[in-house]
């Protein structure tokens, strides 16, 4: 810490900015070091690692870039853009706040065990399900450099940015009825998917299971009969997919009413 607080004030002097920031840079140097000599005196080295790491953090720390500044600014913008938006949809919002970096953490662990039928560890409890539920959302409302996922990033002129949900479920009413809710919880606009299975006009009429791809800025959107054994909804944002994620995720009891085009 004491290299990168040295280096940012510095610039700033070569920079002509006042030497104020140079005197907080170093309280707050002082500060952590403090910190670290009261817990490495007891014995409490995690705490004095942590205790660093919260003063690192800080937004406003007057070592910060303001690249790194906005950054911050827009992170907590994006989150809060995103709970309103669940509100005016009647989607509750994340009960906790997960961090960025562990939700998707908690995503991908859960996409590498699912894959090896190893989910089951995840999902044994509602407050696991509920937390699965809450990185998802906490994820989805945030940048995400390593998955190359910008949730304001829309491709061309779309409104919304390229979100892909696969839906595979034994029932085409039980399909549709997931994908509106992954819609909803994620802010996205939902659309009854056509039908691609030949001589059945609507997605409604087809029967067995199913598979139903979705493209939030094509607006794409169809149903096919599926023969595979998966069960659950594929969800990608950016470079990155998670999941099978399971269909009822965000209305276990099926509480909602279905919509409306399934009748």
């Excluded at 070091?33 to 942590?50: K, M």
């Excluded at 500044?69 to 009960?95: I, K, M, N, T």
């Excluded at 894959?115 to 994820?139: F, I, M, N, W, Y």
């Excluded at 067995?208 to 909804?233: F, H, M, P, Q």
């Amino acid at each position: 810490m004491n290299v990168t607080c040295a280096g940012a004030c510095l610039q700033r002097a070569a920079a002509g900015q006042p030497a104020g920031a140079q005197q907080a840079c170093r309280r707050t140097q002082a500060a952590v070091g403090t910190v670290q000599h009261q817990a490495g005196s007891n014995g409490q080295a995690p705490f004095a690692a942590a205790a660093a790491a919260r003063w690192q953090r800080r937004r406003q720390h007057p070592c910060a870039t303001p690249e790194q500044q906005q950054a911050g600014w827009r992170q907590q913008q994006h989150r809060r853009a995103h709970c309103l938006r669940l509100r005016a949809l009647q989607v509750e919002a994340p009960s906790e706040a997960l961090a960025v970096e562990a939700a998707w953490a908690l995503l991908e662990d859960f996409s590498r065990r699912e894959a090896r039928g190893l989910a089951q560890a995840l999902l044994d409890s509602p407050e696991k399900r509920r937390r699965l539920r809450d990185a998802l959302l906490v994820a989805a409302a945030a940048p995400h450099a390593p998955a190359g996922w910008n949730p304001d990033a829309a491709p061309g002129s779309s409104a919304v940015p390229e979100v892909l949900l696969g839906v595979v479920a034994s029932d085409v009413r039980l399909a549709v009825r997931s994908l509106r809710d992954y819609c909803q919880a994620l802010g996205l606009p939902f659309q009854m998917p056509e039908s691609r299975v030949p001589g059945m006009a609507a997605a409604p009429a087809i029967v067995g299971a199913v598979y139903v791809k979705y493209n939030a800025a094509s607006g794409l959107c169809y149903a096919t009969k599926y023969e595979g054994r998966d069960r659950g909804v594929l969800v990608q944002l950016g470079q990155r997919q998670l999941g099978h994620l399971p269909l009822g995720l965000h209305d276990e009891g099926m509480a909602r009413p279905p919509p409306a085009a399934l009748g």
